[in-house]
Structure formats: C-alpha cells, structure tokens
C-alpha cells in the first residue's frame, strides 16, 4: 500500500509528528530500530519540559507508549529496522530497509537523529554514563559542586562550559590544537571566570576511575609530557556524526551531511521530504527542540497533501 507519509525515526521529532499525524488522520507508516534518540542512555534528564525528572529508558518507553496509544488505525509501527534507502518514484518516494522492506509514500519526514562522536581513548568507553558524558544539557547538574573536564573546542564545547560554570567548582577545557573552532566573542565571554581554565595543545591519552571517573590524562602536544587532572566528570564534546547516509544525493546537506532545512517549516530542498531534529543544520539540537521541529514538519506536511 501507498502511505501519506512515511516518518523515519523514533526519537522525540518523529514520535511527535506520529503522534500528530494521527490526530490529522494522515495515513503513515514510522519506521525506527528502537525509541527514544540519543538520550536513551542518560540515567537522568532534567529539561524534558513538564517532567521534573526521567531516565533516558523511561523516556524512550513513554515516548512508544505514546505513539501506540494514539496511533489507532492511521499510523503503522515498524520496529527494528534501519532505513537503508530512499528513491524517488513515479508517485512519491520508495523506502527501503536493511532486511529488504519496502515501503511507498507521498511524502517523507527525516527524523533519525545523530549520533555523538565518541572519544576513543582507554577508559572512555568503560566510563561511560559513569562520569563520562556526552549530554551536559541532560547530565550537567548531576555534577554540581564538583570538578569538571571538557573535550572539545568547538562552539558546544565552550557552550557546555558555560553551562556548567553556572554550578560545578571548576571546568577546565582540553583542546588537542592551539585553535578553537568556536566564535570568538564566546571565548571571550567565558576566559575571565576565574573557575574557568583552558589547555590547548593537550590530547587525552586515557580516563581513570574506581567505580567513577577519577582522573583523565592528556599528553602534551609540542613536548609529550603526560599530565593528570583530577575530576569527577568528562563532557565530550567532540562532534555530532547525523545519521543520514542512506539519503544519498537526493536533498542538500551542510558540510557536516545534516541536511539542510527551512526552519519555517521543516522542508528539505527536494519536494516532498521534511527533516527534524538533530540530523538538519538547525542551530541548536535537544530533545523539546526536536519534538517541535517534528510537529511544525507534520503541520506543513498536511498542508502539502490537502492544499
């Protein structure tokens, strides 16, 4: 069969457009491996706007629980399958995934999210959701009063910096060039708190801990002296890698291959696709952002296929 619409992703953006897009009574399919996005494994989110508290599992089974309890007859669920392909048809587009479905429909909406890039060093994997995390938004006042560790030199790194100067005892950031990617005007802002510390030329070598994270070594660019910092938490903040490979050629993307949107509406540059969430060029990526991205995409999509 034909869909309206057929929604790539379970995470926040595509679970809200499901959620709206049986409330619009648009025939869709939602296509997705698992639910809940990248912040399935923080053990506490605290922005999730309405909710004081809640694990990143709770969240990914409220936001299913959700879709399935408002899906009825107009949204179809397919669990546990990866979009491999998508191909443009005589009559909208052909969805095909890793075990061989297919799918048709008029339109697409790209909701799969991203993945952090993960820092490859001995102790980081091992520490992970242990001290080391990818998500300050999410994980941030978990570490109140304590000392920090950023990595990264980038625009979300300094930004994560700011954040949690707000309450940790110090945050000291670890730059592996003498360079930063990030503006400017938001080093500046942040190099005269007194809390705050950089160190350039500085690459991790390794993260040490007990049951948490100690301690992280970094070697010293220029002369390979290796140095220890003791600390509590290690926020990576190296990159975001989007997850849109399987669209190939068929809309425009940013230098990073996120792809390129209108934030009026959501719409990709080829007619009849929409992206939300943290796989478009949007200028800040979270979870109550992508949920709104999801549902402003469903709206012009309706009004796509009615106008």
């Not at 619409?5 to 009574?25: F, M, N």
């Not at 220029?222 to 490979?245: A, W, Y």
Request: aromatic share 8%; proline share 3%; glycine share 10%.
């Amino acid at each position: 069969m034909s869909y309206d619409l057929a929604i790539l992703g379970g995470g926040p953006a595509g679970v809200a457009a499901g959620v709206y897009a049986s409330r619009k009574r648009l025939r869709a399919v939602l296509i997705t491996d698992s639910f809940g996005g990248q912040s399935i494994v923080s053990p506490d989110i605290q922005n999730w706007v309405g909710t004081v508290s809640i694990s990143g599992e709770q969240l990914a089974k409220d936001l299913k629980t959700h879709l399935i309890k408002y899906k009825e007859d107009v949204v179809d669920v397919v669990e546990r399958e990866r979009v491999a392909e998508i191909s443009k048809g005589k009559d909208g587009f052909d969805v095909k995934t890793s075990s061989g479905k297919n799918f048709q429909a008029k339109t697409v909406l790209v909701a799969t999210g991203s993945h952090r890039r993960k820092l490859e060093i001995p102790g980081a994997n091992e520490f992970e959701n242990k001290g080391v995390t990818y998500c300050a938004s999410c994980d941030g006042p978990l570490f109140s009063g304590q000392d920090t560790v950023i990595i990264g030199g980038g625009n979300a790194a300094f930004e994560t910096a700011a954040q949690l100067l707000a309450y940790c005892s110090s945050v000291t950031l670890i730059n592996r060039s003498e360079k930063f990617r990030a503006d400017l005007v938001t080093i500046k802002k942040l190099s005269g708190n007194p809390k705050f510390k950089i160190l350039t030329s500085a690459v991790p070598t390794e993260i040490k801990g007990g049951k948490f994270v100690e301690a992280i070594v970094y070697q010293n660019a220029e002369t390979k002296e290796k140095k220890e910092i003791k600390t509590g938490g290690v926020f990576v903040e190296i990159g975001l890698l989007p997850n849109t490979d399987y669209l190939g050629n068929l809309v425009e993307f940013d230098e990073f291959k996120r792809v390129k949107v209108n934030p009026k509406n959501q719409r990709a540059s080829l007619e009849g696709i929409w992206a939300a969430g943290d796989c478009t060029d949007g200028l800040y990526h979270q979870n109550n952002i992508a949920a709104g991205d999801g549902v402003k995409a469903l709206e012009d999509i309706y009004l796509f296929i009615h106008a």
